[in-house]
């Protein structure tokens, strides 16, 4: 008699495509259920997905997840100015959403396990088991407990017949959602290895992009944006919209040396235009209408919410915590962003909101609303314990 059933986090590629045969052949179970997440990748590649599980499993789920991962997610992050060592998170935003599902289709298949593709050495191996291992379910991950390579994966899909968009020649892993694309493996490990055009989907090459700018405005309600040139939109569309435009303009490519959270240097290579930019209009528009100890403060909040993020630490109870002061500063980021779109580069070039307590009046050169003479009695203190010590240095 069999294990009975196990549930498998599907992406429809390689890693977890060779996992159905494997985790019925080599570990025993007599279902195998897979589960494919609809984040806001191509159709193409959910109807991939999709094909092979219900070809290949004993029965497959399509699910989509596009609005959850878009608020619960996307918006958080934007309002958290969600950058990990510099980039737009995209993966790691993405896996706490899909494990969830995962997990939801368990109990209703009275699963006795939950299984994913993840390797050893990468991050999404701990982003799932956190979510996994909070629901009490055994956690099986074939990739990792059998210390596959890249070209015995491979050589196994041929032998049982399991279709990969893979070869040893380009052996590149793609994870893909609506908010960023990463592309890895084969020859881009060698970081000195340049990168070939074809890798890239999203993004015209900067050298090829228009030679016109393209200029946009975009509005932001309580940190959020909400219309791109005066015209409304749902979270989805406007991102899809931003990643079209921007990415045309060869705006969002990221290649880069990424420290993992086991400690692992790994060359990345993302794909992110609409996250580039709309990131980029946000925080400038945060400079406008936060204090500067508002400001401050949140800068080093949003460093620990984009690690907590990074790690999948979604349940830790300071994530909370950090999004409800997140929230509350973004009360007042409501406002026009005007940006220019150029050859892979995005440039604020104009912002304006009714919360802004910025005084030109006050700011400018011109004006004698603040009378400067009254800064001489504040500059007598300024720096004094520096001075004294200083002078007592002198002596």
Known sequence: MGKGTVVLAYSGGLDTSICIPLLKEEYGYDRVVTVAADVGQRKEEISVAEEKGKRLADKHYTLDLIEPFVS?????????????????????LARPVIAEAVVEIAKKEGAVAVAHGCTGKGNDQLRFDVVFRSADLEVVAPIRERNMTREWEIEYAKEH??????????????????????????????????????IYAWTASPLKAPDEPKIL????????????????????????????????????????????????????????????VLLAAHA?????????????????VDAKWAQLAYYGLIYEPLWDALNAFIDTTQLRVNGDVDVRLFKGSVTVIGRSSKDSFYSIDIASFDSTTVDQTDAIGYSMYYGLQARLVRKKQNK
């Open 72 to 92: 619960r997610c996307l918006m958080p992050s934007i309002k958290a100015n969600g950058l990990y060592e510099g980039y737009p998170m995209g993966t790691s």
């Open 161 to 198: 017949g399991v279709p990969v968009p893979v070869d040893k020649e380009k052996p590149w892993s793609v994870d893909e959602n609506l908010w960023s694309r990463s592309i890895e493996g084969g020859k881009l490990e060698d970081p000195a290895f340049h990168p070939p055009e074809e």
């Open 217 to 276: 405005t975009i509005t932001f309600e309580k940190g959020i944006p909400v219309a791109l040139d005066g015209v409304r939109m749902k979270g989805a569309d406007l991102i899809r919209k931003m990643n079209e435009i921007a990415g045309s303009h060869g705006i969002g490519r990221n290649d880069m040396m990424e420290n993992r959270v086991l400690g692992i240097k790994a060359r990345e290579i993302y794909e992110h235009p609409a996250a580039t």
């Open 284 to 300: 400038d528009l945060e400079r406008l209408v936060l204090t500067r100890e508002e400001y401050s403060f949140k800068q080093g």
